[in-house]
Nanobody, 120 residues
Framework: QVQLVESGGGLVQPGGSLRLSCAVS????????MGWYRQAPGKERELVAD???????NYADSVKGRFTISRGNAKNPVYLQMNSLKPEDTAVYYC????????WGIGDYWGQGTQVTVSS
């Protein structure tokens, strides 16, 4: 099994910054992409940003220029730096790995989420 645990969320004022981390446990040899999704109350879960195993990044239009996704090490393979935060960024943020190759096969995995609240 692969488990993902997000951290770094919290309460921040508009214009502030947060950095989200995603810790991975279990055996994962490689993956197609890792990404961050978010879900605000009453809304569907949406992609914020993702990065492929080769380093290609993709961002939602609403966060371009403010958020940066980056690769880390094997235990913390992906980060999300969020700058110039806005109240509309308030949501639960989820870490996802797509096409994870493990001893048990290939699959997609999700973390439990971390709350990000942007408010004055």
């Amino acid at each position: 099994q692969v488990q993902l645990v997000e951290s770094g969320g919290g309460l921040v004022q508009p214009g502030g910054s947060l950095r989200l981390s995603c810790a991975v446990s279990g055996s994962m040899f490689s993956f197609n992409a890792m990404g961050w999704y978010r879900q605000a109350p009453g809304k569907e879960r949406e992609l914020v940003a993702d990065i492929t195993g080769r380093g290609t990044t993709n961002y939602a239009d609403s966060v371009k220029g403010r958020f940066t996704i980056s690769r880390g090490n094997a235990k913390n393979p992906v980060y999300l730096q969020m700058n110039s935060l806005k109240p509309e960024d308030t949501a639960v943020y989820y870490c996802n790995v797509a096409g994870a190759r493990t001893p048990w096969g290939i699959g997609d995995y999700w973390g439990q989420g971390t709350q990000v609240t942007v408010s004055s």
